[in-house]
């Protein structure tokens, strides 16, 4: 299967699964199983093949997670790294703050929309560690972001 027709069959999939009060759909790009090893350019050209599918398919704008230290050592060093933030970012890193990231700022005066801090939260009713996020902006943002009023 190419890269285009995977792209699509995931893209399709994800519209299914969408519903009302959803946050928008996000790009995990770390440099886990699914990049080691690939040269940083192609790894740019298909997150930007990728986003550009999602948000064309759903009209919905998708967020692009990932990190400050894959940011510096792979996506910032590919030819169209700029491109990339034409999405908002949910950034991972596990600090007491989040990393200054070159991305632009949002209307909350920050350069994320997300941050994840943590891998280890406690959720009471879920079973085992939990991701804790940070959402940059007013109960009224989230609301639109995920497909409801103000």
């Known amino acids: 299967m190419s890269e285009d027709s995977n792209i699509h069959h995931s893209t399709r999939e994800l519209i299914q699964g969408l519903g009302l009060g959803e946050l928008p759909p996000a790009l995990d790009v770390e440099g886990f199983r699914g990049t080691k090893g690939l040269p940083n350019r192609l790894i740019v050209d298909n997150a930007i093949a990728c986003l550009e599918e999602i948000e064309r398919s759903t009209g919905i704008i998708p967020l692009l997670y990932t990190g400050p230290s894959f940011w510096k050592y792979h996506l910032s060093l590919a030819p169209r790294c700029e491109e990339l933030k034409r999405w ?28 994840q801090h943590s891998g280890s939260g406690v959720v009471p009713g879920v079973e085992g560690d939990c991701d804790v996020n940070v959402f940059a902006g007013t109960e009224e943002q989230l609301r639109v972001l995920v497909g409801g009023s103000a």
């Open 88 to 115: 908002p970012l949910w950034e991972a890193s596990y600090d007491d703050h989040p990393h200054p990231m070159p991305w632009p700022e949002t209307a909350c005066g920050t350069r994320y929309t997300f941050w």
